[in-house]
């Protein structure tokens, strides 16, 4: 069973650089698949931030793809958001998944989500 | 891109069937078999519980079903259960550079 968990800070101000990271346990990230991040606003629905091919390539949103960075570190087995000049737009529950494939749309593992809130 | 379109709440008694539609365009639920729905209770992450429009993970009650027909998406549950309660979300592969467009989420009550 792959297991997902993030961290990172829950309080960001505004303006600054939110970074959160997947720890990945019981499956090697390096070996297949995609993986993602995904935000939900308090009270609101999904939306997908990007995801990170287990061989580097990435793919965004194009509504924050100026803002977002996604990288993987196989050796630690774990990959990270980096999301720039925050506002309190941004304030929303972050979950890290496991994306089967770019196409398909299939999020099959998740972590538990940690929410972040941009307040200065 | 527009997020895709579902009703904001749908109840059942236990025990009925109920169905949430996911109502999108030819460039994302009526052009691909992508579609891929999504449980999730208060406080939690959400759940895969179909992907390629009908598949099932291996796990997810027999009770529930989906299916598509042109450009909407649909997810039938049977024998609703008070565990049932909880908010739905579709989701599809779109050809706009966003690649994935989601739905607007459902809210189900077991009356």
């Known amino acids: 069973q792959v297991q997902l968990q993030e961290s990172g800070p829950g309080l960001v101000k505004p303006s600054e650089t939110l970074s959160l990271t997947c720890a990945v346990s019981d499956y090697s990230i390096g070996s297949a698949y995609y993986w993602g991040w995904i935000r939900q606003p308090p009270g609101k629905g999904l939306e997908w931030i990007g995801s990170i091919y287990h061989s580097g390539s990435t793919y965004y949103n194009p509504s924050l793809k100026s803002r977002v960075t996604i990288s993987i570190d196989t050796s630690k087995n774990q990959f990270s958001l980096n999301l720039s000049s925050v506002t309190a737009a941004d304030t929303a529950v972050y979950y890290c998944?496991?994306?089967?494939?770019?196409?398909?749309?299939?999020?099959?593992?998740w972590g538990q989500g940690t929410l972040v809130t941009v307040s200065s | 891109q527009s997020a895709l379109t579902q009703p904001a709440s749908v109840s059942g008694s236990p025990g009925q069937s109920i169905t949430i539609s996911c109502t999108g365009t030819s460039s994302d639920v009526g052009g691909y078999n992508y579609v891929s729905w999504y449980q999730q209770h208060p406080g939690k992450a959400p759940k895969l519980m179909f992907y390629d429009v009908s598949n099932r993970p291996s796990g997810v009650s027999n009770r529930f079903s989906a299916s598509k027909s042109g450009t909407t998406a649909s997810l039938t549950i049977s024998g609703l259960q008070a565990e049932d309660e909880a908010d739905y979300f579709c989701?599809?592969?779109?050809?706009?550079?966003?690649?994935?467009?989601f739905g607007t989420g459902t809210k189900v009550t077991v009356l």
């Open positions: 998944a496991r994306d089967y494939d770019i196409l398909t749309v299939r999020f099959d593992y």
């Open positions: 989701t599809s592969y779109t050809s706009s550079s966003t690649l994935r467009v």
